[in-house]
């Protein structure tokens, strides 16, 4: 499973880019922005190159245990550390929307930045003040997060979790939070999510190659999507 390729491969650091932004693609019906007041939100940020069924049973999961409001599904268009490749921005954002399209508290947005914190304030921009954020992510992308040898870890991490918490499920072993003193502050924010273990085996870079040999994806994508994925001839030629 690849939950959260985009935070998975870079270091989280205090952040000086300027003006990030939030483009909705799709709006959740039953969402907080519809409701006018803060809630509890759920952001989901990746590459979704494409969305697989891991993705979606992870945001079901989060929305369920954690009774959140809304889940955002959220694709950085720039990735400070990563290039774009794969499926154009476009088909990724409306394989998203397909994906999610019976879930009314779901929505679909992209972003002009990767970063946790610059996503943080995008998303203050465009959602009732004081709504809470939770990013719903992977063990290994959250050790990273958390681990990771910042110039001043104290800062990095209370600018982090002063706007956000994490919500934190298993992925090639089991999450433990890391017991560092510049951790240890934030351990309430920080929060196991639970995921069957029928997810583990589904990987985007595996689906990719399997479009590319011609193989079946039935099961590893929503229907809606392997429908897209048919009918457009993606990543056929991607890989071999």
């Known amino acids: 499973m690849e939950p959260h390729p985009a935070a998975a491969d870079q270091p989280q650091p205090v952040s000086t880019s300027p003006a990030p932004r939030l483009t909705c693609y799709r709006a959740a019906p039953a969402g907080v922005r519809r409701a006018a007041q803060a809630g509890q939100l759920g952001v989901f940020s990746g590459a979704f190159n494409p969305i697989t069924v891991a993705?979606?049973?992870?945001?079901?999961?989060?929305?369920?245990?954690?009774?959140?409001?809304?889940?955002?599904?959220?694709?950085?268009?720039?990735?400070?550390?990563?290039?774009?490749?794969?499926?154009?921005?476009?088909?990724?954002?409306?394989?998203?929307?397909?994906?999610?399209?019976?879930?009314?508290?779901?929505?679909?947005?992209?972003?002009?930045?990767?970063?946790?914190?610059?996503?943080?304030?995008?998303?203050?921009?465009?959602?009732?003040?004081?709504?809470?954020?939770?990013?719903?992510?992977?063990?290994?992308?959250?050790?990273?997060?958390?681990?990771?040898?910042?110039?001043?870890p104290t800062r990095a991490l209370d600018e982090l979790f002063a706007c956000a918490g994490l919500l934190v499920a298993d992925r090639e072993g089991h999450f433990v939070v890391p017991d560092l003193p510049a951790v240890r502050a934030y351990a309430g924010r920080v929060h196991h999510l639970p995921l069957p273990s029928d997810y583990n085996h589904v990987s985007a870079t595996d689906i990719r190659t399997r479009l590319a040999r011609g193989q079946d994806v039935t099961d590893l994508v929503p229907p809606a999507v392997q429908a897209y994925l048919r009918e457009h001839r993606l990543y056929q030629e991607a890989e071999s």
Do not use: N
């Open 55 to 152: 993705h979606v049973a992870l945001a079901r999961g989060a929305y369920q245990h954690f009774r959140l409001d809304e889940v955002l599904f959220l694709l950085p268009t720039t990735q400070p550390h990563k290039r774009i490749e794969g499926a154009p921005i476009e088909a990724r954002l409306e394989m998203m929307a397909l994906a999610i399209q019976d879930e009314p508290a779901f929505a679909v947005a992209a972003c002009t930045h990767g970063l946790f914190i610059d996503i943080c304030r995008a998303v203050e921009s465009a959602y009732p003040p004081r709504t809470q954020v939770w990013f719903i992510t992977g063990r290994d992308a959250a050790e990273r997060v958390l681990t990771w040898p910042y110039a001043d």
